[in-house]
């Protein structure tokens, strides 16, 4: 490997474990604006699906950078696999969207109530077929989504706010 390949790598190997949450924070700014903005638009119901779309991907962020700090630091109880294969290329547990696999991952028990799984399986859903697309992309892996604001999103937040302070106290 030449000295340029093996500082890529190093690179590569520090935004796996420290770029997840600048990103995850970015995202939650964006939410945010949606947010804020719904009651400006009379036709938020098509926003609906953007705005959760950038929460998933939100949490997403928090996920995976809580799972690679927790790899990094050797305090996963679970097999660990390296972040990068041997060709360098990133892990395909990485490239995973399913937010209920990637608390298991980070090994994250905090979000096991009814709620909260229902939030963690529809955000998947979302970030999967329906934030980005008219029509699920594979039709028989989708399922309905119930998405309450007024009981979702403060538990969303709960949600992200423990990942931010549990990475942040890693840090």
């Known amino acids: 490997m030449t000295d340029e390949q093996k500082l890529r790598r ?4 520090y935004k796996i474990v420290d770029g997840w949450l ?8 964006t939410a945010e604006i949606l ?9 938020y119901s098509g926003l ?26 050797g305090l996963l109880k679970s097999g660990q696999a390296k972040p990068l294969n041997d ?4 892990s395909s547990k990485k490239r995973d969207h ?10 994250v028990s905090n979000f096991k109530s009814t709620e909260h ?4 399986k529809n955000l998947t859903q979302i970030i999967i077929h329906h934030g980005r697309y ?5 039709w028989s892996q989708s399922e309905g989504i119930y998405w309450d604001n007024s009981l979702h999103d403060p538990m969303l937040m709960e949600m992200i706010n423990f990942l931010r302070q549990e990475i942040e106290t890693m840090e």
């Open 98 to 107: 399913n937010l209920e696999k990637w608390c298991q991952r980070a090994e």
């Open 134 to 138: 008219p029509i699920p992309l594979k």
């Open 48 to 73: 609906i699906w953007h705005e959760l779309m950038v929460w998933g991907f939100c949490l997403e962020n928090l996920l995976k950078g809580l799972y690679s700090k927790k790899q990094t630091a």
């Open 22 to 29: 600048p990103v995850a924070n970015s995202l939650l700014e």
């Open 10 to 13: 190093k690179i590569f190997n």
């Open 35 to 43: 947010k804020a903005s719904r009651s400006q638009y009379s036709n």
């Open 117 to 120: 799984i229902r939030i963690l």
């Open 87 to 90: 060709h360098g290329e990133l």
